[in-house]
Structure formats: C-alpha cells, structure tokens
C-alpha cells in the first residue's frame, strides 16, 4: 500500500475543531494578508515528506495523536481539563510537547541554528579564500528537522509532567484562533529576558494551546504562578480583550497561516499591521563568540547559541506571579523547578541513547513519582473489587 506524502504538522483532527463542516477552515494568510474561508483541511499545514521517506516517523505520530484527539474531545465535549497524574494528563503533556516541536516553524529555527553554527564553525576551518568568500551565499540545511526533533522532545515528556493543567472557556465575543505552530511556550515570570529561559525545566514555564474556537489548554507552574480560582481548574473569559491578549501567542509563533472557523469575522479580531509587526520578528537564533577564561589564565573562544527568547512585545494576560525571579547568574545556571528531577530525567536519556538501559526501563525510572502513586491506587482498588 502507497505511503501518504502528505505529512500535516498540524493534526487534521485540530484543524476540524476550528471547522464548520468537518471539511473547511478559515484561513488567514501571514505573508499576503489573505483571507479565504473555505480552505480544505486535507491541504493546510503539510508538505510533502515532511518527517522522511520511510513512514517511522509519521506512523509514531498517528499513534500519538490517536490518543490526543479522543482526550481533547472529552475536553471539548466536557468543559473540563483531564484529572491531575492521570493517564489523560500524560497523553496531553505529550501530545502538546510534540506540537511544539514537529512544525514547519520548529523546522525553520532549527535550519537557521544549524546555518549560522556552520558557518562560524567553517570560518575556523576553511583556509582557502574562494570558499570563505562564498559562505555567505551558501546556506546550510539539516536533513529531515522535524523527524530529528521528535524522539528528543518525546523522551523530554517526564520534565513537563510537574506543570498543573487548566482550561480555558472562551465565553467573549471573540475566538480563539489556531496557528500552524500552535503550541506555544512563554515564561511571564522572566519576561523580556536576554537570554532564554524556555528550557522544559526552567522556573516559570508555560504552555499555551488553542485547541476550539471556545477552549485553551494551558499547563504552568504553579510555584511561580497562580491562575483563576484555586479550587477550579476552569478559568471563564468573558473578556474579548483577553481572548485577543492570548490569541497574539499563535499570530507571532504562525510561520504561514492563521485559522479560524468559518462565520468568524477575521477583521474585528486581526491585529493591525504595525502590532502585526511588532510581534513577528525574523530572526529566532542568536549565535556569537565569546571568550573565556579556562584553567587559571588559559582562554578559549566559546559559540554561544541563543533560541526561543521571549519576546518582549507578548504580555500572558491572566497569570498573577507568586514570587519574584530568581537572578539569572548566567546562562549555564538558569533557575530550574526541580533540578534534580530534570538531572535524573538527563541521565535516563544519556542511558537509554548508549543502549545501556532499554526503552521499557526507561519510562518506569522516569514516571513521576504522583503518577506511581495513583497507578498503585487504582491497581489497589481493583483488587479489592475483585476479592470482594
């Protein structure tokens, strides 16, 4: 049976949530400002081969999301976030992970790392002065980013398990919308900062998600934050103002398209073209030298590389601090929620990628201790049930 060359890095089952009649979406165009309001779904956020030839990758995905469409279907279908260590909060946790880093923008960021750290790292080494005049007008590519970025972000799942759920019930006059990057980290407690602090483990972590014109998921920590009533983990949003606050996050992380269900009227909710501006920046890695002292009076040059900073002009509405930043001493002691829960989670990966541990170990030493205790209650209880 032929392969399917046309791999959506934005799941179909997403898109039909911002859909009239399962088939169309609402399309907003970054590039040309265009609006089309039946654009077919079968068509919006693919490219061909896009996670490689040999299907491994796309097969992996469908597993995954398999199990992220029926849990946001609960969500939307309930109006309530999966329970906090359940198997539906795991799922999520992955499901969003993995958004965050199998698109076309994920791509892109990784592509231009790979460009500038080649090419600094060539201007050391080539000698011949034909080549150094012509690097400027090469560009360097890695094969297949976005199935390369998919197995680390996988194995990263166990860092982000901490971070408390909650949804978000649309009930302004405004919807949200979907970007083709849609799941969007931020850290509010550092905003603005020079270096970046969107590491899986740093204090302050967010993620935001569309996931209905009516519901967004988010998952932060709650030591640095506090979100709505502390006893409901549904936050209601009457307030247009704040729908559009949330909604600037997909319009400054989309690479090509903005969606939205078709009767919407893209207009009232579209930021004008110098917020537009504002929000969007083109270049998303930073990569310079430094040099540093080594061994008493030793000195070496370092390549210091910078990605996913905040950006300044994004403001998370909503999210009230519950305590001050810690400082940022540098950039290789950036306060972390749990250092050593993520050093272990380091170390179980290094073990699994040298084949010294095999993948079933892997997920048992890395199952947060919260989840542990509830599959034991719930294998206790069934027990029960069944001497009884």
């Known amino acids: 049976m032929p392969q399917n060359k046309s791999h959506h890095f934005v799941p179909q089952f997403l898109l039909r949530f911002f859909s009239v009649n399962g088939s169309s979406v609402g399309l907003y165009n970054l590039r040309s400002g265009r609006i089309v309001t039946g654009a077919s779904l079968k068509h919006q956020a693919c490219r061909d081969w896009f996670y490689g030839r040999d299907g491994k990758a796309e097969h992996a995905l469908g597993q995954i999301e398999g199990g992220a469409s029926s849990v946001l279907r609960r969500m939307i279908a309930t109006g309530l976030?999966?329970?906090?260590?359940?198997?539906?909060?795991?799922?999520?946790?992955?499901?969003?992970?993995?958004?965050?880093?199998?698109?076309?923008?994920?791509?892109?960021?990784?592509?231009?790392?790979?460009?500038?750290?080649?090419?600094?790292?060539?201007?050391?080494?080539?000698?011949?002065?034909?080549?150094?005049?012509?690097?400027?007008?090469?560009?360097?590519?890695?094969?297949?980013?976005?199935?390369?970025?998919?197995?680390?972000?996988?194995?990263?799942?166990?860092?982000?398990?901490?971070?408390?759920?909650?949804?978000?019930?649309?009930?302004?006059?405004?919807?949200?919308?979907?970007?083709?990057?849609p799941a969007v980290k931020h850290n509010g407690l550092y905003n603005g900062a020079d270096v970046s602090v969107l590491g899986l483990a740093n204090l302050g972590l967010q993620f935001v998600m569309p996931i209905s014109p009516e519901y967004a998921v988010v998952l932060y920590d709650e030591k640095a934050y506090s979100l709505g009533n502390p006893a409901s983990n549904v936050v209601k949003l009457p307030s247009a103002s704040i729908v559009m606050a949330l909604n600037e996050f997909q319009w400054a992380n989309a690479l090509d398209n903005i969606y939205f269900r078709p009767g919407n009227d893209p207009p009232r909710w579209t930021p004008d073209h110098d917020r537009l501006a504002e929000l969007r920046g083109n270049e998303q890695v930073s990569v310079w030298e430094d040099e540093v002292r080594l061994e008493g009076t030793k000195r070496a040059k370092v390549i210091n590389v910078q990605t996913q900073r905040p950006r300044r002009a994004l403001k998370m509405p909503l999210f009230r601090n519950r305590m001050s930043p810690p400082p940022l001493v540098n950039v290789g002691r950036l306060p972390l929620r749990d250092p050593e829960w993520a050093l272990h989670v380091h170390r179980m990966t290094a073990a699994l990628n040298a084949g010294v541990i095999p993948q079933e170990e892997f997920h048992v030493r890395t199952m947060p201790p919260q989840f542990l205790r509830r599959i034991l209650r719930e294998r206790a209880g069934t027990n029960a049930a069944t001497t009884g």
């Open 81 to 181: 976030p999966p329970k906090r260590y359940s198997d539906d909060h795991r799922v999520l946790a992955t499901f969003l992970l993995i958004q965050s880093a199998r698109t076309a923008q994920a791509a892109a960021a990784a592509n231009e790392m790979a460009n500038k750290v080649g090419k600094l790292m060539l201007r050391y080494t080539l000698t011949e002065p034909e080549l150094l005049a012509v690097l400027d007008d090469l560009t360097i590519e890695l094969t297949e980013p976005a199935a390369q970025a998919l197995r680390p972000a996988l194995l990263e799942t166990p860092v982000i398990l901490d971070l408390k759920i909650k949804l978000l019930h649309n009930v302004s006059s405004t919807p949200f919308v979907l970007g083709d990057h």
